[in-house]
């Protein structure tokens, strides 16, 4: 059984994924590009990050950021090479959907890259109701970005 839970981004099985996270991140995209966020930033009281832990063992992460008292945006979702396929990144961002909906707020978002590396991400995205938006927040147009968002509400 799968377990999505509150986690601490410094633990060191973490922080072992999310550094292989952010070295992706600037391999794939130009450093202007990148907004992953560090473990330092991950640990802020505006986000919330989960793991994902079969028997103990990190299968994945998520963190939900709240943007403001109306919208969170979605950070560092990351699933180990071992366990992609398996369902880990869609069991993570249903509970991050699950808790934006608890704390009331109407639109979660994301921002991705537009280089093939992503299209996996970008189709999970998809098939979970997001759809491709403008910049949000503090977000400017960037031809190496996609910005998506999912109005919350009781049905979606």
Not at 145 to 156: D, H, K, P, W
Request: aromatic share 8%; hydrophobic share 40%; net charge negative.
């Amino acid at each position: 059984m799968i377990d999505i839970d509150c986690d601490d981004p410094n633990r060191a099985d973490v922080l072992q994924l999310l550094t292989e996270h952010l070295a992706d991140m600037f391999a794939t995209s130009p450093p202007e590009s990148v907004h992953a966020l560090d473990p330092s930033a991950l640990s802020h009281e505006s986000v919330t990050f989960f793991t994902a832990r079969e028997d103990g063992a990190l299968l994945g992460c998520g963190a939900l950021k709240e943007i403001d008292a109306q919208q969170g945006e979605i950070k560092s979702m990351r699933t180990i090479s071992a366990a992609r396929g398996r369902g880990v990144a869609a069991l993570v961002l249903t509970r991050i959907v699950d808790v934006a909906r608890q704390r009331r707020y109407e639109r979660l978002c994301l921002e991705t890259g537009t280089e093939h590396f992503f299209a996996p991400a970008r189709r999970l995205y998809s098939r979970n109701g997001f759809t491709e938006c403008e910049p949000f927040g503090d977000y400017l147009p960037d031809p190496n970005s996609v910005f998506m968002s999912r109005v919350l509400n009781a049905e979606g």
